[in-house]
């Protein structure tokens, strides 16, 4: 593999460069690329000539550089976050349906929460300050309600891994106390679910149901999140709860309660 | 850029690796990938290797080979087709609640019909049928009602280049003449939708309405299939113009009535 001067073979900067395209910065001109992928700009312009020959990244009308379509294509056709997401969207529109709540789908990666799909009405107030619940973006496992049940029905060894740290405080009320989240944990893994005000945006609180999948290991998370203080928790929990179970049968899971199984 | 005997650049030689997976075949072992990317064994290795390193490739605890969770990421997180997705996704499920059929979001790329998403009863009959529905697969332009709404409102080149073939036939009523093809086409700009049984499967018509973006440009096409013969065209159509309307509304065409421009 040829290597750069700095070590980077030419699949670790075709990374650097395709992880520069974010949500907040989709579109790029030459240069800004090369700066954010901190490469050269020769360098920049040679990869980026050839991945917009394979279609990896597409050039607009006005010359600015994005993601492309033919790596969207690549990425989703095999893949297995599509599965999952493709056999809980229609569940996931029965809770939109019932609660009319932002309702995400999310799954633990590398040490952090994953968004694979979320629902949303067009005019919710939630999606603007929620910027993680957004599709492909992630979160720290210890500051969601989702994270904290996928955390909880994980192997004790990745949760040492997480509580060891470092975790944030993303909001004045996010918990950072290793023992207070194994509190938690158990909690949630004794309830079934997890509703904590507050961690992750001040005045809302994230309703979070597991989903299990073949052997009834934790497969994701469902998620919907109300306004805090409201007593939408007793209302919005049981959609979850259904909606979870459908998913979970979906998956390969035993049938029967929908109740999580003690580690 | 280091190059293969062959003539492939690394580039080149991982878009053939990540090519290998699709629907049919979304995991399969080492020496599967290598030949079904025409790569020599040692090559794939390497080149596997590394791109498990960066997640673009995962190893399943069998030892299978899948596209990688962090790919489905990169591309996502700036991608057009997911921001299209994403707007039309609500839309869409208006649709689904209105008619309970198969509907699909589809554009125009490269020369063939890409679906973005698509919505679907779990028990749908049609889910076997129509393979080519699925999310990121690709359809022949000419033998999809979507694919000849979105020719009909494209530019007389792309037409013209669409047109000279090949035309294959998918079904016994796929239309392959290019003079019977223009004569639909002109039709479908007239009426601003297509309905045209059995040219994709035999016992399904599709019914396609277009899609329009800022300065009105066709930006995607709204299918739903129903099955032929019933008189389902007439309920169906109404739900995806009123649909297509939205989305096209949300994407910035000019307000109004969803009427399709000539050209």
Same mark, same amino acid.
Do not use: C
């Given at each position: 593999?040829?290597? %750069? !001067? =700095?070590?980077?073979?030419?699949?670790?900067?075709?990374? #650097?460069? *395709?992880?520069?395209?974010?949500?907040?910065?989709? %579109?790029?001109?030459?240069?800004?690329?090369?700066?954010?992928?901190?490469?050269?700009?020769?360098?920049?312009?040679? *990869?980026?000539?050839?991945?917009? /020959? +394979?279609?990896?990244?597409?050039?607009? !009308?006005?010359?600015?550089?994005?993601?492309?379509?033919?790596?969207?294509?690549? @990425? @989703?056709?095999?893949?297995r976050?599509?599965t999952l997401r493709e056999i809980a969207?229609p569940y996931m529109?029965d809770v939109?349906?019932?609660?009319? #709540? +932002? =309702?995400?789908l999310?799954i633990l990666?590398?040490? %952090?929460?994953?968004?694979?799909? #979320?629902?949303?009405? !067009?005019? %919710?107030?939630?999606?603007? @300050?929620?910027?993680?619940?957004?599709?492909?973006?992630?979160?720290?496992?210890?500051?969601?309600?989702?994270? *904290?049940v996928l955390l909880a029905y994980s192997p004790s @060894?990745l949760?040492?891994?997480?509580?060891?740290? &470092?975790?944030? /405080?993303?909001?004045?009320?996010?918990?950072?106390? !290793?023992?207070?989240?194994?509190?938690?944990l158990?909690?949630i893994r004794q309830r079934g679910y997890a509703?904590? &005000?507050?961690?992750?945006?001040?005045?809302?609180?994230?309703?979070a149901v597991p989903v299990f999948g073949a052997g009834n290991n934790i497969a994701a998370v469902l998620?919907?999140?109300?306004?805090?203080?409201?007593?939408?928790?007793?209302?919005?929990l049981p959609a979850l709860l259904t909606a979870a179970h459908g998913i979970s049968r979906a998956l390969g899971a035993d049938s029967g309660p929908a109740r999580p199984r003690r580690r």
């Amino acid at each position: 593999m040829a290597n %750069s !001067p =700095t070590g980077d073979s030419v699949i670790g900067r075709v990374v #650097r460069l *395709l992880n520069a395209f974010d949500r907040q910065q989709p %579109s790029m001109t030459l240069s800004g690329l090369a700066h954010r992928a901190a490469l050269p700009l020769t360098t920049a312009h040679r *990869l980026v000539e050839e991945l917009v /020959k +394979y279609g990896l990244i597409e050039r607009d !009308p006005d010359g600015q550089l994005r993601v492309g379509l033919r790596l969207w294509e690549l @990425a @989703a056709r095999g893949s297995r976050a599509l599965t999952l997401r493709e056999i809980a969207l229609p569940y996931m529109e029965d809770v939109q349906a019932a609660v009319h #709540r +932002y =309702t995400t789908l999310a799954i633990l990666d590398h040490g %952090s929460v994953l968004y694979l799909e #979320r629902l949303s009405a !067009p005019d %919710s107030a939630l999606e603007n @300050a929620l910027d993680a619940g957004h599709i492909a973006q992630r979160a720290p496992v210890h500051s969601t309600s989702s994270g *904290l049940v996928l955390l909880a029905y994980s192997p004790s @060894a990745l949760q040492e891994e997480v509580l060891a740290g &470092p975790l944030e /405080k993303v909001t004045g009320e996010t918990i950072t106390d !290793p023992q207070v989240i194994r509190r938690h944990l158990a909690e949630i893994r004794q309830r079934g679910y997890a509703a904590i &005000p507050g961690i992750a945006v001040k005045e809302w609180t994230g309703i979070a149901v597991p989903v299990f999948g073949a052997g009834n290991n934790i497969a994701a998370v469902l998620n919907a999140t109300v306004p805090r203080g409201e007593t939408n928790v007793p209302f919005t929990l049981p959609a979850l709860l259904t909606a979870a179970h459908g998913i979970s049968r979906a998956l390969g899971a035993d049938s029967g309660p929908a109740r999580p199984r003690r580690r």
